[in-house]
């Protein structure tokens, strides 16, 4: 296993951090990584908004759903998809720019989510730690005025970065088999593949909780899955100009 495998499948979510500024060359290594991310013909459709302001961090932490270790964290990133440049872009070259449409909507969503993982790749392989935070979408209006995003562009996620002050183990995925397959899509032995690792996660969840939670995967998704996840959403991407059509 060669140093890359290996910090890829070490990887874990950190949520607490060591009272220590990340090194600007650092910041700078990471921001850098990031744009190395391949991009879908060449827009790089993205923004990275780094949140230094502690009453802004503060709000956004609350409106992320009260998550204190964006306040916390010594550096927290905001990925934005941004079709603003593009715009502009448009404009410098006489034309008007297309309606936002679905596929442009993806676009710029993997464009963001791609530099997002090789940002956090890269601060990991420098001794640092992370989470990302989907939370941002609760409420994204609110958190777009607190960054002054323009129509054209809506924060996709950010990520908490900074020195672990702990070390819980690897969370173990999916059986490779359940996820890989060959040629098409199918099922087959999934459910008792699923449910061996049902046994393992909720051996994870009562280790790292002393007994507190035993949660399966199943359980855990189908909780979540069962209801709409952010509703709300349709409504902001339209008004940021995301039309979905």
Not at 73 to 101: Q, Y
């Amino acid at each position: 296993m060669n140093e890359t495998v290996r910090l890829l499948k070490s990887h874990k979510s950190i949520r607490k951090y060591k009272d220590q500024l990340v090194e600007d060359e650092k910041v700078k290594s990471i921001i850098e990584c990031a744009q190395s991310a391949s991009t879908s013909s060449f827009i790089q459709a993205y923004t990275i908004i780094s949140v230094v302001n502690k009453d802004n961090k503060k709000n956004i932490a609350h409106l992320a759903g009260d998550q204190i270790y964006i306040e916390q964290c010594p550096l927290f990133l905001v990925f934005c998809a941004d079709l603003n440049r593009s715009k502009s872009s448009c404009e410098l070259g006489n034309k008007t720019m297309a309606e936002i449409n679905t596929e442009a909507f993806i676009l710029a969503t993997v464009d963001a989510t791609l530099a997002a993982q090789n940002a956090l790749i890269a601060a990991e392989s420098l001794g640092l730690g992370g989470v990302y935070i989907g939370g941002l979408r609760n409420n994204p209006s609110e958190i777009s005025k607190i960054l002054k995003l323009p129509t054209s562009v809506y924060p996709v996620f950010g990520l908490c970065l900074g020195y672990p002050n702990h070390n819980p183990d690897v969370k173990e995925r999916l059986p490779i088999d359940v996820i890989f397959k060959t040629d098409e899509y199918n099922t087959d032995g999934d459910a008792n593949k699923i449910d061996e690792y049902d046994t393992y996660i909720s051996a994870y969840y009562k280790k790292r909780t002393k007994g507190k939670r035993t949660d399966t995967w199943t359980n855990q998704v189908s909780s979540l899955m069962s209801k709409s996840q952010r509703p709300h959403m349709k409504d902001f991407l339209d008004k940021q100009g995301f039309k979905m059509k």
